[in-house]
């Protein structure tokens, strides 16, 4: 099963993609696209835009699993409206199942784990990464 764990960080989608086995094996996809960003939110034909390149990246790396780090809404490290767009869009993606896992699962599965991040994994996408592991590995 493919699973894409995300990051939204301002303007900017991090994808980081693994296949996972049912002898619980997680396997790291090193992809060309890694980031996927939504220059101007305000303008119509650039969220058309990152909404066909999102959907294009899930279609053609067969997703079917969606696990986005999910930000506070309120409070000093509250997401971005940006950000909430972004996830709204994602929501929407009919062929995959879409969760949002929350930071507080990921930080503690990562202070109670020692994590073992793939070589070819980015440092900006470590986050993402922990989305999936920590999901997955509960």
Sequence with gaps: MKVCGIELKSNYTVLTLVDYSSDDIIDYIDLKIKKITLE????????????????????????????????????????????????GLIQLYS????????????????????????????KYQEQAYLTIVSYLTR
């Design 95 to 122: 062929n995959a199942e879409v969760k949002l896992i929350p930071s507080q699962s990921i930080s503690s599965y990562e202070k109670k784990n020692t994590i073992l991040f793939p070589f070819e994994l980015k």
């Design 40 to 87: 101007d939110d305000e303008d119509k034909n650039s969220v058309l835009k990152y909404l066909e390149e999102i959907n294009t990246f899930f279609n053609n790396n067969k997703v079917e699993k969606i696990l986005i780090k999910k930000r506070s809404k309120k409070g000093a490290f509250s997401g971005g409206a940006v950000s909430f767009k972004m996830e």
